[in-house]
């Protein structure tokens, strides 16, 4: 399989990164030109180790500012939210599993908790457009079947839908469906038009979920959210989260 920088380049040549954007950073416009929109995004390692490709879905469309740590909560970046929130962001995505409580936590019902806190980011940024997105369902082996595994992933969509359901700035994106359809746990899925072999495209399939049966990097990376090869899930993830902001701020030179 080719490695992250060898797979780009590939994608590059082929112009086939125009499912998640075009290729560079999320640079400002040319000089004199109305300012970019900015786009906040907060998230745990899921969004973190598939951060490349959401820079690249909104170059050249947003000013992209990422808010991610493994494991995070979203009580947990209220702080950073209430800080973020005075510069007026244009829209703000919200990325989040559910890995156990936390200090944070005002309450014992884990689902609860998120529908809560989702309406306190909601509330917090007020003034922009919020959009939830929930991890994509884990394995059932997993740790975490407790919460995200296919039994109790339904609670936490509907934890979300409820929180957007409550504020009118908000909406719910059920972007997990790009790596798991129907939010079913999958290994594979069918490959992209432009994924070739050298990209791990095999018999018309490619990976999309990591063997601990939680990420999207196809192998085990040497360092957390560092995928050493190209990861379809990462560009599936990246590309269905950042969708809403794709739709709503036009491209730029």
């Known amino acids: 399989m080719a490695s992250l920088a060898t797979a780009i380049g590939i994608l590059v040549t082929a112009g086939a990164l125009s499912t998640v954007g075009a290729v560079g950073t999320a640079a400002g416009p040319a000089w004199g030109a109305t300012a970019l929109p900015r786009v906040d995004i907060y998230g745990d390692s899921v969004t973190w180790e598939s951060e490349f490709f959401m820079v690249l879905a909104l170059s050249h469309r947003a000013d992209v500012h990422m808010h991610v740590y493994p494991g995070a909560q979203i009580c947990q970046w209220f702080s950073d939210m209430r800080s973020t929130a005075a510069a007026h962001p244009s829209m703000v995505i919200i990325t989040e599993g559910l890995w156990g409580s936390r200090d944070c936590d005002h309450t014992s019902d884990l689902f609860r908790e998120v529908q809560d806190d989702a309406g306190t ?25 407790q919460t995200m595994g296919s039994k109790n992933y339904p609670k936490l969509l509907a934890a979300f839908r409820k929180a957007a359901s409550l504020h009118n700035n908000a909406t719910f994106n059920d972007a997990a469906t790009s790596v798991a359809p129907k939010n079913a746990f999958v290994w594979t899925r069918p490959c992209l038009s432009n994924e070739t ?37 990462e560009r599936r993830w990246a590309a269905a989260v950042t969708r809403p902001a794709v739709k709503a701020f036009a491209l730029r030179p």
């Open 197 to 233: 072999s050298a990209l791990g495209c095999s018999h018309g399939s490619i990976r999309v979920r990591e063997p601990d049966g939680i990420h999207l990097c196809p192998v085990t990376p040497p360092q957390p959210g560092h995928c050493p090869t190209y990861s379809s899930g």
């Open 121 to 145: 980011a909601a509330t917090i940024f007020s003034q922009s457009r919020v959009v939830f997105s929930a991890d994509p369902v884990v394995l059932n082996s997993t740790e975490f079947v």
